[in-house]
């Protein structure tokens, strides 16, 4: 599995990542064996049906099993290598794929800025609501509640 950042437009980030042909297969073969375990198909022994029986009938529904996850784990790794903060859900556009070929896509991410980052760089202080009430001197217990207690709920009262 390779990805490259592509393209880097102010919020937009853009991947290319590369799923070898023989990484796939690998994880359809794996997958067809462990459906073959537990599969009964009459004419068949219970676990005894060939490869090629099990290809014909859920192959392309495995095959989108495998590449959905295989999707999913690239798309984490990649977000959480550059450690992104998401606005919106990634974008997966398909550039390539066939059988015996190597699976291409394009994952277009939004990510939120960091803005928070980029005030402390520039010398700001940030502080949590409860400490801020402390030192005005609206909290002068040692508790974090900016808020006061509430009253136990009551019973629900039943209609006659």
Same mark, same amino acid.
């Given at each position: 599995?390779?990805?490259?950042?592509?393209?880097?437009?102010? #919020?937009?980030?853009?991947? %290319?990542?590369? *799923?070898? !042909?023989?990484?796939?297969?690998?994880?359809?073969?794996?997958? &067809?064996?462990?459906?073959?375990?537990?599969?009964?198909?009459?004419g068949?022994?219970?676990?005894?049906?060939?490869?090629?029986?099990?290809?014909?009938?859920?192959?392309?529904?495995?095959?989108?099993?495998?590449?959905?996850?295989?999707?999913?784990?690239?798309?984490?790794?990649?977000?959480?290598?550059q450690?992104?903060? #998401?606005?919106?859900?990634? %974008?997966?556009? *398909?550039? !390539?794929?066939?059988?015996?070929?190597?699976?291409e896509?394009? &994952?277009?991410?939004?990510?939120l800025?960091?803005?928070?980052?980029?005030?402390?760089?520039?010398?700001?202080?940030?502080?949590?609501?409860?400490?801020?009430?402390?030192?005005?001197?609206?909290?002068?217990?040692?508790?974090?509640?900016?808020?006061?207690?509430?009253?136990?709920?009551?019973?629900?009262?039943?209609?006659?």
């Amino acid at each position: 599995m390779r990805i490259t950042e592509s393209k880097s437009d102010g #919020l937009r980030r853009e991947f %290319k990542a590369v *799923i070898a !042909a023989a990484d796939i297969n690998q994880r359809v073969a794996t997958r &067809l064996k462990a459906i073959g375990r537990s599969l009964r198909l009459p004419g068949f022994q219970p676990g005894k049906v060939p490869i090629t029986i099990l290809k014909q009938r859920y192959g392309s529904a495995v095959i989108g099993e495998i590449l959905e996850g295989a999707v999913n784990e690239i798309c984490n790794e990649a977000l959480r290598a550059q450690n992104f903060r #998401l606005a919106l859900q990634p %974008k997966v556009e *398909i550039t !390539a794929f066939s059988e015996d070929a190597d699976f291409e896509f394009k &994952l277009t991410v939004e990510v939120l800025p960091d803005l928070i980052q980029r005030l402390k760089a520039r010398g700001y202080r940030f502080i949590t609501c409860s400490d801020m009430a402390r030192e005005r001197g609206v909290i002068t217990t040692g508790g974090p509640q900016v808020l006061p207690p509430t009253s136990p709920p009551t019973a629900p009262r039943r209609m006659p």
